[in-house]
């Protein structure tokens, strides 16, 4: 049967997705799933189709998707008792095209492509008395579709384009080069734009996804064309940075989104919906079905949380580098001395279990991923996975005007998230002493402006899964600086090899090949 007749279960969980192994995944096989003929007759089967697009997008927040990324960049290193070579790997650039954990943005995004594909096969042609909702399921499948294509590009530059089901249903598709895909992208994204609204009204619940990530806005549309642009003018040198400003602008004078006063309180579970959040992977902790354990590669192993609680994979630490990089008094550095704290980092701290450690054994550990204090059951975690928040609107805003020749823009702008780094609200109008500008003794040209964007960027969002797409895309400006940063910053990434350049491209999984031999290799793999 071909893939125009699946459905898959609005609320399933990925399972079996995340296994490249030789299923190719842009044909998926439908046996005990509901077909598009008993399926897609009213508004509700549309928006469960939709709720459907958001589950499969859970699968970003695995470890091969989330892990991979942080640990491969310059910015963090694996825990240095960790035996696991599959999964310290990434932090030594151990990958190739049949090992390692860079499949799983193909195996996260081609699934989130085929449910969006058929939302907008079907969508038009069902009858319902809600035109609104359905008008916003149609542009959700659009964003998503979309958004998932940008992430394969930034992964593997070219593949498949896949933009109906008789397209997907073609056993043998070849790769599509970038720019025809990022021109659907921006077709997609514009038209999901034109139609969301800023801000999703309040109703019975009907509009609220029981799981997956918050539902889309027009603040996350632009975020993800912003984000598009920037890409684009960074690490394919379009130029394109008037875009990239004009969409992040857009957000950044939208007064639906905010700075939080506290930095650390916008990934908190008690403070979840803030106006930070623009677009994230919500989970509640209530079932296995409503929870990641990617809270659990930040919480040390030192603590016994798998002694009968589960979790506690203690993968992730700063690079020694990174963790002394901060500026004096930010808070986004700040430490406490038990796991309970409001800090960022822990050195020490006591188990649910009673079991204490100080300090810990491999180091400090970030800890801006803090559950509820509520439950033992560390599994169940309940907090949710930022993908786009404001702060990131305010330095693509800094980062395009800075690159258009506008220096003092982008200083204004990014001594916002150096404020709010101080505690302060990020609303102050005159700078604090520590912030970047000229009085200050800094030098405004606009590759030093850069850097300080930069930096600023590897400071607030830590640990958000960015680092390593910057250090990729920055070094197409600067030839060099990926492979000097992580010489440089991280020892392990050349403890096994020596750093070839072919790597900052992943490879196209191996068994994606084997099912499909019209598939060519990145190269060097």
Known sequence: MR?????MAPVAVLVGLTVTGCNDLLVEDPKGFTTTDTFFKTGADLNSATIAIYNSLRGLQGQAPWTTPELASDQIRADNREPNSGTYGADRLLWDAATGQTGGYWTTMYPVITRANLVLANGPGIQTANQQMKDYNIAEAKFMRGYAYFWLTKAYDDVPLLLSLEEQANPSPTRTPVEQIHQAVIKDLTEAEAALPLIWPA????????????????????????????WRSSFM???EWQLASDWAKKVVDDNTWKLNDNYLTTFRPGNKGNREMIFLITNSGVTTNVRSLFQLFYYPRDWGLDQGQGGGWGLIHPTDWFYNSYLPGDFRRSTGTDYTSDSAYVNGGCSVSGICKTPLADGPMPFKYKKSDG?????????????YRYAEAILIYAEAQNELGNAGVAVDNLNLIRARARKGTGLESRPEPHAYSAAAGDVMTKEAVREAIYMERAW????????WWDLVRRDSMEPGYWKNSLQTHDPNASKN???SEHKKRFPIPQGQINANPSLTQNPGY
């Open 3 to 7: 893939a125009a007749r699946l459905l």
């Open 203 to 230: 109703n019975d619940g009907y509009l609220i996804p029981t799981q997956g990530s918050a539902r889309v806005t027009k603040g996350a549309v632009r975020m993800a064309l912003a984000d598009l642009y920037l």
């Open 237 to 239: 040198k379009t130029n």
């Open 375 to 387: 439950g033992r059951d560390w599994q169940l975690n309940d907090v949710d996975t930022p993908l």
């Open 460 to 467: 607030e969002f830590a640990f958000e899964a960015k680092r």
């Open 497 to 499: 090899a020596p750093i």
